[in-house]
């Protein structure tokens, strides 16, 4: 018999709410429970683009009405290609095609982008009743007849057939259910990213631009921003920019890259004063509230390990396979994790436990999942 006790899902990110919607569209039960007041609470990172791959996985799970307005927030770039120039002289260095992985069939080969936030808040709708604020996941226990998530509270959520992990770089799931075979390695990047008015966009026109300062001593900077022309001229959109640099030439104040707001503004300006004037307004006109800090790390270079089957728990997104932003690849990546378990759980109506689970031992993702039977679904 199917088990209706509600999927759980930790996290509440991109890879999360897109498993939730698919959850909600199939009929299926689930919860999600994420460690942030809202969606606001804190900054939601950089400009994501969307390869094909990604964009048939998302259309593959998203309604008719929800897929449109998706496919409606996206933004659409051509123009140049991808474009780099001197950040200080202004001189073009480097013009080249967008990479075909990131050219859209859906878009007409245009790069195809959309903010975190909004790709969250979309994923959300319809799913906003079944989403547990301020439930910062310790850990999970398998209880007689399913398993439970555990809180940094010392609550736990309602037992569930399966829980999910999806809570990122940093999940106690996957820390968990791997036996701490799961790590995240810090690479050393350091940058801000920011939102400017679409005005201040005016002297690059339309494409994908990278600006590099190779001028300073402790390491360049680079900038990479894109222009989508049809919002140029409304003056209520913001284009997003994302800095970065060698390691060491961006530090966030006490290494706490938490920080929000005109502390990262500064940092970003001071980077930025002797650039040419062509790109000055990107950060002089920047809304200061919206910079924050990042940093990059990824998952160790040798492959995802192997650990004991638990057919009651798996992970899927960052919480298993953290890349970089390089290409996009991350973003693409975990929605089509995303996809595939909500398309397994589907089909089968739902969560199904093995009469005889196997025996041997195999990582949890969500594709051995699926290809050994951790779990029928």
């Not at 569209?25 to 683009?49: C, H, K, M, N, T």
């Not at 474009?83 to 202004?90: D, I, L, M, Q, R």
Request: net charge neutral; glycine share 12%.
């Amino acid at each position: 018999m199917t088990d209706r006790k509600p999927i759980l899902i930790a996290g509440a990110g991109i890879a999360s709410l897109l498993l939730a919607q698919s959850l909600r569209l199939s009929g299926i039960p689930y919860r999600v429970f994420e460690r942030d007041a809202s969606f606001v609470f804190r900054a939601q990172g950089y400009r994501l683009r969307l390869s094909s791959e990604g964009l048939n996985a998302i259309q593959a799970v998203l309604d008719p009405e929800t897929w449109q307005r998706f496919w409606d927030t996206c933004g659409k770039t051509g123009g140049l290609g991808f474009a780099s120039f001197n950040a200080v002289t202004g001189e073009q260095i480097e013009h080249h095609l967008v990479p075909p992985a990131l050219v859209s069939r859906q878009g007409g080969g245009k790069t195809i982008g959309i903010s975190r936030s909004d790709m969250r808040k979309i994923f959300a709708q319809g799913c906003e009743d079944n989403i547990e604020w301020g439930k910062h996941g310790m850990g999970y226990e398998v209880t007689e007849d399913g398993v439970q998530a555990i809180f940094a509270d010392g609550t736990r959520s309602v037992e569930g057939p399966l829980l999910v992990g999806g809570e990122g770089i940093y999940s106690k799931v996957s820390k968990q259910l791997s036996e701490g075979k799961l790590k995240v390695y810090d690479t050393g990047a350091r940058g801000t990213h920011g939102q400017t008015p679409s005005a201040s966009f005016k002297g690059l026109g339309e494409g994908v631009f990278r600006l590099l300062d190779d001028t300073r001593p402790e390491g360049s900077v680079f900038v990479i921003t894109n222009v989508r022309p049809e919002e140029m001229d409304d003056p209520s959109v913001s284009f997003g920019w994302t800095m970065g640099g060698h390691p060491g030439v961006i530090r966030a104040p006490n290494d706490d890259y938490t920080i929000v707001g005109r502390t990262a503004a500064d940092i970003a300006k001071s980077l930025t004063q002797k650039w040419h004037p062509r790109f000055r307004p990107l950060f002089e006109d920047m809304n200061e509230s919206e910079t924050a800090f990042w940093k990059i790390t990824c998952s160790t270079p040798s492959g995802v390990p192997d650990w004991p089957n638990q057919p009651r728990v798996t992970v899927i997104g960052d919480s298993v396979h953290s890349m970089t932003p390089a290409g996009g690849i991350g973003a693409n990546t975990v929605v089509r994790d995303s996809a595939l378990i909500g398309r397994l759980l589907r089909e089968a109506g739902g969560y199904k436990a093995e009469s005889q689970p196997p025996t041997t031992t195999t990582n949890n993702t969500v594709d051995t999942t699926a290809r050994r039977g951790n779990c029928t679904l």
